[in-house]
């Protein structure tokens, strides 16, 4: 990784200091949604955590526009601070604190509007719609706070620092789950309870990170004067956070399409692949953030004018991703069912997810390869071309599950996303070739 002294340290070894944090961050972040569903499932009911579930795609429509456009903007602090610009982050991070915040702060109240129709939209079933919309709305309360937790979590990981967002992810962890036991086992507030858990320990979180920043880098204060836009910052935030976002949205809208597709197939498997997802969420983690490992040491190197340093993490970036995913495919298709029955759902949905994992599981090292050229990609900017990727990508899932769900049942959910990480690869792959053709990369 660049650095002040100009030195280069082992790219693995870097790799593993700033990835495991993050890693451990995902994990804590994901506690969120299990800790729901594990205490509302055992408590509440099956049908409560289908409600749950039916929500999961909606939810993630705000939260994957949040975080692609940080995603940019993670880029280009990272790029600025390799470059040794480091006075140029302050103004970054005022301009997009307010414009992020304040945007999702008007979409979440639209969206808080507008839940029923939504969740009627996406064929949620009868029994479980309504409290579907209770912990919706509940939900979207604490979006706009998350947009802020982003920014700044955002602009530590693009200097290094990817220590800070843990902790601040492990301490309200730990406050959602205290919060999650009185709510809904002690004073039985069911989703609403659950809800409201989560969007506390979502504020106490955010409330953590700004006091760290702030105290640890004098960059990192909010300055009121600066908060201003200059079309320089605008133009390079937006260049580098817009395509992402887009992506993001427009996967998540896909993911609305998707989830219709799947509520088709009845109660139980919405139960058991919603459940299923939570666990395949978790276990991808060590691949997703390695690949946003990847992004951060290559945008540095390349911020720094490293061109060879870049190239490097590349192959040996990808030679532990393919370690990691094997040893995952393996930890999924030995206790991937185990996992899934701790939700409380039944014999015959644990099954379900059982098969789903057995499926799913042996693609992980395709998605793994994918996401390590994809953190090359990224890392230099290319952000248009990987946005571009990821919404063919989406496409081609929603094409091979409804072109081949008679022949596969409720499996293809699986053989679907299967196929479309294969898309991506070799999208990415053809990337990359084209730009060794053109003398670019």
């Known amino acids: 990784m660049y650095n002040k002294n100009n030195k280069t340290e082992n790219i693995a070894v870097t790799l593993i200091k700033f990835c495991t944090p993050l890693i451990l961050s995902g994990i804590l972040q994901q506690l969120y949604n299990w800790a ?110 998350l947009a802020v937790y982003n920014v700044y979590a955002a602009a530590l990981r693009g200097i290094g620092n990817s220590r800070a967002p843990f902790s601040s992810v492990l301490f309200s962890s730990i406050v959602n789950v205290i919060l999650d036991i009185m709510f809904v086992g002690v004073w039985h507030g069911g989703v609403a309870g659950a809800a409201a858990a989560t969007v506390i320990s979502q504020a106490v979180m955010t409330v953590f990170i700004i006091i760290y920043g702030v105290k640890k880098y004098p960059s990192l204060r909010f300055k009121i004067q600066k908060w201003k836009p200059e079309r320089s910052v605008l133009r390079e935030g937006l260049h580098l956070g817009i395509p992402p976002m887009i992506q993001a949205c427009i996967s998540s809208l896909g993911g609305l399409i998707l989830q219709n597709f799947m509520n088709g197939f009845g109660t139980q498997t919405v139960a058991a692949i919603t459940t299923a997802y939570r666990v395949d969420t978790m276990i991808l983690l060590p691949i997703i953030n390695l690949g946003s490992g990847i992004s951060t040491i290559v945008a540095q190197s390349y911020g720094a004018g490293k061109k060879k340093q870049t190239t490097k993490t590349v192959y040996v970036g990808t030679a532990m991703m393919l370690c990691v995913s094997l040893l995952l495919t393996w930890l999924v ?109």
Request: hydrophobic letters at 50%; charged letters at 10%.
């Open 36 to 145: 729901d569903a594990f205490i509302v499932g055992n408590i509440a009911g099956e049908k409560a955590l289908a409600a749950i579930g039916s929500t999961t795609t909606v939810i993630n429509l705000f939260l994957t526009a949040i975080t692609g456009f940080t995603l940019g903007l993670s880029i280009l602090f990272a790029q600025k601070y390799g470059a040794g610009k480091e006075n140029h982050i302050p103004k970054i991070l005022s301009v997009f604190s307010v414009i992020i915040g304040g945007t999702f702060l008007l979409v979440s109240l639209i969206g808080i509007i507008g839940a029923f129709p939504l969740l009627q939209m996406m064929n949620t079933t009868q029994d479980t719609i309504h409290m579907a919309k209770q912990y919706l709305q509940i939900i979207l309360v604490g979006i706009p706070i």
């Open 333 to 441: 298709v030995e206790a991937g069912g185990d996992l899934i029955s701790l939700f409380g759902v039944s014999p015959e949905a644990v099954e379900i997810g059982r098969n789903f994992f057995r499926r799913i599981a042996a693609f992980y090292a395709v998605y793994g390869v994918a996401m390590s050229i994809r953190g090359y990609i990224e890392g230099i900017g290319d952000v248009l071309f990987s946005s571009i990727a990821g919404i063919i990508s989406l496409i081609s899932r929603i094409v091979f599950s409804y072109a081949f769900a008679g022949i596969c049942g409720n499996m293809i959910i699986a053989y679907a996303e299967a196929g479309s990480w294969g898309v991506l690869l070799l999208l990415y792959v053809s990337r990359i070739l084209w730009k060794k053709g053109k003398g670019c990369g």
